[in-house]
Structures are given as structure tokens and as C-alpha cells.
């Protein structure tokens, strides 16, 4: 039951995230925008892992797999999602980004042994075609270098999920993995910036809605470590990418201006929350 609640915590957190780095765009590169959330993430969780980590359990095999979940989630898989973000707008991008947990289910049972049922296979099937439904009346807005991204970013989340499974599991500490991946891409994203000139903005000229998109997504990884540590794979990924609904949702409601949400929102709403609930009693 709490890697449920853990998972439904995270995805609102996403969403959430999502629409303040929607608002940081109009102001911000992508890039930035980037860099400022994994600074904040990193900022924010350290203090808990080193607060709630059993040390004395932490192995160097552990360390490392983490590392590599941290190199594709948030490292690549965010830089992706908010490039996908930035060209095709909150809406559009969603759908793609929201099929990740085909891969990570996939990973999941062939990797780890876990055991895929009809009724949470189900449950995931209803929640990616209800989120694709989402994209029907903005599919002019699609552009391929954005669909590539945005289907990338899925790629390196899904499949991230499940190294952090293993790796918050062989450190004992959900929150030591969360901090790790922050750190890692923030490492990556500022030798990056340097060796490739790419302009960035320094924190002094983060905008609010850097710093808000940063704190939310803090907790956003950190509760998806969480339900990740307590819970299977293919029941906490799926409930995770429910966080389109939440997005678009939102949307509606501050994003007004910007973007514009249609009636496609409530059957594809309907079909999310019966994937939400097949999956949570599987």
C-alpha cells in the first residue's frame, strides 16, 4: 500500500513540476532549466539520505549501480524530457514521455523476475492508450525531433526505475539514491556547459519557477525511489506516469494562456483512472 501512495505522491509532484518549468521556459533555456532542478534536487534530498541512510550497509557494488541509474535518470532522461517539453509544449510531449512503463515492465520481467499479471498488464495498457488519447487534437503540433526526445526520455526513465530498484535496495536507502542522481547530473550537466560553451544562467538569474519546478521534482525522484524500494516495478512505474492526467489538468488551470487543454481530457481521464485502479489491486 505505500509504494502505491509513494508512486500517486510522485506523479502529482511531476505534474506539478512540469507545469512550473512550462512558466521557466518563457524566461530560461532548457538547459538551465535543467541544471537549476538537479542543483535543487541535490540541495534538498542530500540532507535526508545522509539523515536516513543505514551506512554501515552501503557496499561499493550498490554505489555503482546507482551511478549508472543516476547517468540515465535524471541526467539524459530529464534533459530529454524538458527538451521534448520545450518543442512540443506540456500537452503533446505527454503522451510519449507517459510510455515508460513499457519499458520498464519489460526490463522489470525480464530482469528481475517479476511477475507481470493480466490485470496490472491491463491496467498499464489503459493507462498509456488513455494518455495517447490525450495528444489526438494536438497532433499538428507534433514535430519528429520532438517525438524522438520525448520517446527517449521515457526510455532512459523507464529503464532507470528499474536499476533503482536494484541499487536502492543493495544501499538499504531510497533517499541516498535520489541525492546520488542528483548530484551525478549535475556534475555531467555543468562539464557539459563548459566543454561545449552551451550559455547557461547563473543561479542568481533562476527565476521562481526554476526553483519551484527544482523543489517538486526533489520530491518527486525522491518519493519514486521511495515506492520503488517498497514495491514492484510494474506496479509503481505505471501509477507513476498517471502524472500526465495531473499535468494536463493543471494546465487547464494555470496554463490557460499558454497552452490549450480540449474535451479529449475526460474520457482519457476515465481510461487513467481504471488503469490506475486495476494496477493498485492487482
Same mark, same amino acid.
Given at each position: 500500500?505505500?509504494?502505491?501512495?509513494?508512486?500517486i505522491?510522485?506523479?502529482?509532484c511531476?505534474?506539478?513540476g512540469?507545469?512550473?518549468?512550462?512558466?521557466?521556459?518563457?524566461?530560461t533555456?532548457?538547459f538551465?532549466?535543467t541544471?537549476?532542478s538537479?542543483?535543487?534536487?541535490?540541495?534538498?534530498?542530500?540532507?535526508?539520505a545522509l539523515?536516513?541512510?543505514?551506512?554501515?550497509?552501503?557496499?561499493?557494488?550498490?554505489?555503482?549501480?546507482l551511478? /549508472?541509474?543516476?547517468?540515465?535518470?535524471?541526467?539524459?532522461?530529464?534533459?530529454l524530457?524538458f527538451?521534448s517539453?520545450d518543442?512540443?509544449?506540456v500537452?503533446?510531449?505527454?503522451?510519449?514521455?507517459?510510455?515508460?512503463p513499457?519499458?520498464?515492465?519489460?526490463?522489470?520481467? #525480464?530482469?528481475?523476475?517479476?511477475?507481470?499479471? @493480466?490485470?496490472?498488464?491491463?491496467?498499464t #495498457?489503459?493507462i498509456?492508450v488513455?494518455?495517447?488519447?490525450?495528444?489526438?487534437?494536438?497532433?499538428?503540433?507534433?514535430?519528429?525531433?520532438?517525438v524522438?526526445?520525448?520517446?527517449?526520455?521515457?526510455?532512459c526513465?523507464?529503464?532507470?526505475?528499474?536499476?533503482?530498484?536494484v541499487?536502492?535496495?543493495?544501499?538499504s536507502?531510497?533517499?541516498?539514491?535520489?541525492a546520488?542522481g542528483?548530484?551525478?547530473?549535475?556534475?555531467?550537466?555543468?562539464?557539459?556547459?563548459?566543454?561545449?560553451s552551451?550559455?547557461?544562467?547563473s543561479?542568481?538569474?533562476?527565476?521562481?519557477f526554476?526553483? @519551484?519546478?527544482?523543489?517538486?521534482t526533489? /520530491?518527486?525522484?525522491?518519493?519514486?525511489?521511495?515506492?520503488?524500494?517498497?514495491?514492484?516495478?510494474?506496479?509503481?512505474?505505471?501509477?507513476?506516469q498517471?502524472?500526465p492526467?495531473f499535468?494536463?489538468?493543471?494546465?487547464?488551470f494555470f496554463?490557460?494562456?499558454l497552452e490549450?487543454?480540449?474535451?479529449?481530457?475526460? /474520457?482519457?481521464?476515465?481510461?487513467?483512472?481504471v488503469?490506475?485502479?486495476?494496477?493498485?489491486?492487482g
Amino acid at each position: 500500500m505505500w509504494g502505491i501512495i509513494f508512486a500517486i505522491i510522485s506523479a502529482l509532484c511531476w505534474s506539478s513540476g512540469i507545469v512550473a518549468l512550462r512558466k521557466s521556459l518563457q524566461t530560461t533555456s532548457a538547459f538551465t532549466a535543467t541544471l537549476a532542478s538537479v542543483v535543487i534536487n541535490a540541495i534538498l534530498v542530500w540532507p535526508l539520505a545522509l539523515l536516513l541512510t543505514p551506512f554501515d550497509k552501503v557496499g561499493l557494488d550498490g554505489i555503482l549501480i546507482l551511478v /549508472f541509474a543516476g547517468l540515465l535518470a535524471p541526467t539524459l532522461g530529464r534533459l530529454l524530457r524538458f527538451m521534448s517539453v520545450d518543442k512540443l509544449g506540456v500537452a503533446p510531449a505527454a503522451p510519449f514521455i507517459a510510455t515508460a512503463p513499457l519499458f520498464s515492465s519489460t526490463l522489470a520481467v #525480464l530482469f528481475l523476475g517479476e511477475h507481470l499479471s @493480466l490485470q496490472i498488464g491491463l491496467g498499464t #495498457l489503459a493507462i498509456v492508450v488513455g494518455i495517447m488519447i490525450l495528444s489526438r487534437e494536438e497532433r499538428s503540433k507534433f514535430t519528429k525531433i520532438g517525438v524522438i526526445v520525448a520517446v527517449g526520455s521515457a526510455f532512459c526513465f523507464g529503464t532507470a526505475d528499474v536499476i533503482r530498484k536494484v541499487g536502492a535496495t543493495a544501499v538499504s536507502s531510497p533517499t541516498l539514491g535520489a541525492a546520488m542522481g542528483a548530484t551525478i547530473a549535475s556534475i555531467i550537466y555543468i562539464v557539459f556547459a563548459r566543454g561545449m560553451s552551451q550559455p547557461i544562467n547563473s543561479p542568481l538569474k533562476w527565476n521562481r519557477f526554476n526553483v @519551484l519546478n527544482g523543489i517538486l521534482t526533489g /520530491f518527486a525522484i525522491t518519493f519514486t525511489f521511495a515506492a520503488l524500494f517498497v514495491e514492484k516495478v510494474v506496479i509503481v512505474e505505471p501509477l507513476i506516469q498517471t502524472s500526465p492526467l495531473f499535468t494536463l489538468i493543471f494546465t487547464k488551470f494555470f496554463l490557460g494562456k499558454l497552452e490549450r487543454v480540449t474535451a479529449t481530457i475526460y /474520457f482519457a481521464a476515465v481510461m487513467v483512472v481504471v488503469g490506475g485502479v486495476l494496477i493498485s489491486t492487482g
